[in-house]
C-alpha cells in the first residue's frame, strides 16, 4: 500500500496566489525570495520562547526540520555553509552546549549534498526516508552531546520526541511548499 | 521526480569559486563548530553573556506567550469547573469543614512551636524573597533542562539563588542578564538536591531524569524504606536551597532508590520567587574546598559546581 500524500488533500481555500491580482509586469520581492527562508528557521528556532514550559524533551527540533525542508525542497536556495550562521542562532535558545548546533547543522548540510549527489531521483517517500535518518541522527547525537555537557549519562529519553518528530516531518514540508509560494508572489512591479 | 540540476556551474569560472568557496566555509564552519563544542563543555560559562543577550531579544515574545499560557489554563479550568460544580461543591463543604479542624489544631501547634523556638533560643530568619517573576522560556526540545526567567540582575536575581513556585521547588539560577535570568531546573540531571523525607527525616537526594522525572537516592544503604507518595522537601544541607521547600513525591520504589514526580510543575506556574541563597557562607566555604580540591569527578551535591 502506498503511503498517503499529502497532495491527496484538499488544497487551501485561499491561494497565496490569489492575494496578488496582477501577475504582469511583476516579480517577486528579492528580500522575500532570498530571507523568507532564513527567517522562517530563525523564528522556529525561538519556539523555546512558547507557552510551553517543558519538564521533559517532548517538542520536535522544529527549526531543525524548517532548515532540513527548505533544503529539501530548494536544493541550492540555502547555501552549503548556511549550517554555521542558523546553528549558531539555534544554539543560543535550544540550551544545547554553544556549537552543538553549528557542529550537526553543517554535518547535515554536507551529508545532504553528499546524498544529493549519489541520488539522482527524488520522491516524496525517499526524501521522508532521509530526512528521517538525518533527523534520528541529529537527536541522538545532540542528546550525547548535551549528556557530555551535563558530565552524567544521560538516559535515553527521546523515544517519543523521536516518533513525533518523523511523523510531523511531512507537515513541516508541506508548511515549507505553502511558505515558498509566499517567497516567490511577484510584489515588486519592474 | 528527477534531482533538480541546478548545481552545475558550466563554464563559468566565478560559479566553479563559488561553489567551492560554498565547501571550503561548510567544512571550516563544522570545524570551528567542534572547537566551539569543546569550549562550551570543558567551560559551561563561556557563551553565557551571548545566550543572555540573546534571551533579552526574546523577551517579549516570551512574556506574551507566559500571559496566553495563564489565561489558556485559566479558560480550561473555568470549564472544567462548570461541568463538575455540583459534585464539586459537596466534596469542598466536607473539605472545608475538615480543614477547619486542622487548621486550630495547626494554630495551637504553631504558638507551641513559637514558644519553644523562643525558650531554646532560635531565631527564625524572616526569608524574603528576591523577586518574583515568570517562566517565560523552556528548552523543550533538548535533553538537558533549562528555562528563562522574566527577571535579571535589574531585580537582584544572581546566580546561585534558587526558585521557587507556591507549590514547590521549580531549579536554580545559573546565568544572569540584566533583565532576564536562566534557570537550570530540577529534572535537569546536573541538578542534585539535598532533601529529606517529610514523615521522618530520612536524608536523600534527588537528581534529575530529564524524562520529567526525578531519581530519588537514598545516603544510606540497606533496605529500602521508600515508600509509594511519601514526599520530599529540601533539607538546607548544602546551604543552597532553603530547607522545607516540597521537591518529589515518589511514584515507584527501586531496589535502591526510587523515582519520584515533582511537587510542582514548571508547566503549571503562574509566576515563581527567586530567594536569596540559604547560607550564602556554607556555600562559599564549598566552593573554595572544592577548588582547593581541584574538579570533582561528579556533580557536587550542593550544586556548587557552576
Known amino acids: ?190 | 521526480m528527477a534531482r533538480p540540476a541546478d548545481r552545475r556551474p558550466g563554464f563559468s569560472r566565478r560559479a566553479q569559486y563559488g561553489i567551492f568557496t560554498g565547501y571550503v566555509i561548510a567544512v571550516a564552519g563544522f570545524l570551528a563548530g567542534a572547537g566551539l563544542l569543546v569550549v562550551s563543555i570543558v567551560n559551561p560559562q563561556a557563551f553565557s553573556s551571548v545566550r543572555g543577550a540573546a534571551s533579552e531579544l526574546a523577551r517579549p515574545a516570551g512574556e506574551a506567550g507566559a500571559e496566553t499560557r495563564a489565561a489558556g489554563q485559566g479558560v480550561i479550568a473555568a470549564i472544567g469547573a462548570y461541568f463538575q460544580a455540583g459534585r464539586q461543591n459537596a466534596a469542598l463543604t466536607r473539605e472545608v469543614a475538615a480543614a477547619r479542624a486542622n487548621a486550630l489544631t495547626m494554630q495551637a501547634l504553631e504558638g507551641e512551636n513559637r514558644r519553644l523556638k523562643a525558650l531554646l533560643g532560635i531565631v527564625d530568619p524572616a526569608v524574603k524573597p528576591v523577586t518574583a517573576a515568570r517562566l517565560i522560556g523552556s528548552t523543550s526540545a533538548s535533553t538537558r533542562r533549562f528555562a528563562v526567567l522574566s527577571a535579571g540582575t535589574l531585580q537582584g536575581v544572581r546566580a546561585g539563588q534558587p526558585v521557587r513556585s507556591a507549590a514547590g521547588l521549580i531549579g536554580r539560577v545559573i546565568e544572569t542578564a540584566p533583565g532576564t535570568a536562566r534557570v537550570l531546573l530540577v529534572t535537569d540531571p546536573e541538578n542534585v538536591v539535598p532533601v529529606r523525607r517529610v514523615r521522618d527525616g530520612l536524608p536523600a537526594f534527588v537528581e534529575g531524569k530529564s524524562d520529567g522525572r526525578i531519581a530519588i537516592r537514598l545516603l544510606n544503604m540497606g533496605v529500602n524504606p521508600l515508600k509509594m507518595g511519601d514526599v520530599f522537601v529540601t533539607s538546607g544541607s548544602g546551604g543552597l536551597y532553603p530547607p522545607g521547600i516540597p521537591v518529589a513525591v515518589v511514584t515507584q520504589v527501586l531496589h535502591d532508590g526510587g523515582t519520584g514526580h515533582l511537587a510542582s510543575d514548571p508547566a503549571e506556574v503562574d509566576f515563581v520567587l527567586v530567594l536569596p541563597v540559604f547560607q550564602p557562607a556554607a556555600v562559599a566555604a564549598l566552593g573554595a574546598s572544592q577548588q582547593a580540591a581541584g574538579p570533582a569527578p561528579e556533580p557536587s551535591e550542593a550544586g556548587g559546581s557552576n
Not at chain 1, 2 to 28: G, K, W, Y
Not at chain 1, 70 to 86: E, F, H, T, V
Not at chain 1, 150 to 168: D, F, K
Not at chain 1, 171 to 185: E, G, N, P, Q
Open chain 1, 1 to 190: 500500500m502506498p503511503f498517503p500524500r499529502l497532495a491527496d488533500l484538499q488544497s487551501l481555500p485561499i491561494r497565496p496566489e490569489d492575494i496578488v491580482p496582477q501577475r504582469i509586469n511583476r516579480a517577486p520581492s528579492p528580500l522575500l525570495a532570498s530571507g523568507l527562508p532564513w527567517l522562517s528557521v530563525m523564528v522556529t528556532s525561538l519556539a523555546a520562547f512558547s507557552p510551553v514550559i517543558a519538564s521533559a524533551p517532548v517538542v520536535p527540533p522544529l527549526a531543525f526540520m524548517v532548515f532540513l525542508s527548505w533544503r529539501m525542497l530548494r536544493p541550492s536556495l540555502l547555501p552549503l555553509w548556511a549550517g554555521l550562521p542558523l546553528g549558531a542562532f539555534d544554539d543560543l535558545y535550544s540550551g544545547q552546549p554553544f556549537g552543538s548546533g553549528v557542529v550537526l547543522w553543517s554535518a547535515a548540510m554536507l551529508a545532504m549534498d553528499a546524498i544529493d549527489n549519489r541520488i539522482l531521483w527524488r520522491s516524496f517517500e525517499q526524501d521522508w526516508a532521509v530526512a528521517s535518518l538525518l533527523m534520528t541522527l541529529y537527536l541522538v547525537l545532540a542528546a550525547a552531546i548535551a549528556g557530555l555537557a551535563a558530565g552524567y549519562p544521560l538516559p535515553l529519553v527521546i523515544g517519543p520526541q523521536l516518533l513525533v518528530t518523523l511523523a510531523l516531518y511531512p507537515l513541516v514540508t508541506r508548511a515549507i511548499a505553502l511558505l515558498d509560494r509566499i517567497r516567490l508572489l511577484p510584489l515588486r512591479s519592474v
